[in-house]
């Protein structure tokens, strides 16, 4: 894992090495879950699936290239992380973000029971019909 430096002016912010095994280049803002197959090895990491969603890794830093190793946030303000938006809610501060089976980003939950929440919203998501993603800033706890 790497710690930040302590600052005053910065967010504090924690990140680990993950190796990408999703076939696809994974975009900074994605979420991504550790992979649980029979090659688990608490390294790679993919898309967030059904039965792995609390296996939550972080949100990708920068892009990672197929089968290479790069960084994901896993505690910490992030101004760029991707959020799945519907065409009726909005999602507001403070929100509880949480894992959604075969989804790039990170979900809001009206209720916590429903899937561990892994970050909180830190600015309000608008509904929209034609995307169903929005950047949003978070705060990340996946620890």
């Known amino acids: 894992m790497l710690f930040k430096r302590v600052s005053r002016s910065s967010p ?5 090495v993950v190796a990408n095994a999703q076939g696809a280049i994974l975009t900074a803002g994605y979420t991504v879950c550790f ?49 799945s938006r519907s065409t009726t809610d909005i999602s507001a501060v403070g929100q509880i973000l949480g894992t959604q089976n075969d989804v790039w980003g990170l979900q809001p939950r009206a209720d916590s029971a ?16 034609s995307a169903s993603y929005a950047m949003a800033k978070a705060f990340i706890r996946a620890l």
């Not at 504090?12 to 680990?16: A, G």
């Not at 190793?69 to 959020?83: E, F, P």
């Not at 429903?114 to 019909?129: M, N, Q, T």
């Open 35 to 83: 992979d649980t197959t029979a090659t688990a090895d608490g390294i790679r990491v993919t898309k967030c699936k059904t039965g792995a969603l609390n296996a939550f890794a972080g949100v990708v830093d920068s892009d990672i290239a197929i089968g290479a190793y790069g960084l994901v946030q896993v505690y910490g303000y992030r101004s760029q992380t991707y959020i």
């Open 12 to 16: 504090e912010v924690i990140k680990m």
């Open 114 to 129: 429903v899937a561990k929440g892994f970050a909180f919203l830190l600015e309000d998501v608008i509904s929209s019909a």
